[in-house]
């Protein structure tokens, strides 16, 4: 079992970049896939971004490809996102979720609570 616990949101215009980082307590952390998600006031929450376990597979929403990279550093037990190019439309709550099979594409079984990311025009 892991707790994911999100960090790095806050305020930046657009055009701009943040990291978000995604720190996992528990001790099989590397045997998870992690993604991210976010969800924008009035909203459904959409799928962003994927990892698999050793970081070999990744996957991204058509709407943040070619701008987000996903990456993870199993020894620091943390997945990262580093969002370049940032729109106001990428204003949400971003949230880390571990998925248990490993593969990033799976259930995903562990959220985090969110942080909050928000882009101004």
């Known amino acids: 079992q892991v707790q994911p616990v999100e960090s790095g949101g806050g305020l930046v215009q657009a055009g701009g970049s943040l990291r978000l980082s995604c720190t996992a307590t528990?001790?099989?952390?590397?045997?998870?896939?992690m993604g991210w998600f976010r969800q924008a006031p009035g909203k459904e929450r959409e799928f962003v971004a994927a990892?698999?376990?050793?970081?070999?597979?990744?996957h991204y929403a058509d709407t943040v490809k070619g701008r987000f990279t996903i990456s993870r550093d199993n020894a620091k037990s943390t997945v990262y996102l580093q969002m370049n190019s940032l729109k106001p439309e990428d204003t949400a709550v971003y949230y880390c979720?571990?998925?248990?099979?490993?593969?990033?594409?799976?259930?995903?079984?562990?959220w985090g609570q969110g942080t909050q990311v928000t882009v101004s025009s």
């Open positions: 979720a571990a998925d248990p099979s490993g593969t990033g594409l799976d259930s995903y079984d562990y």
């Open positions: 990892i698999s376990w050793g970081g070999r597979s990744t």
């Open positions: 528990g001790r099989t952390f590397s045997r998870y896939g």
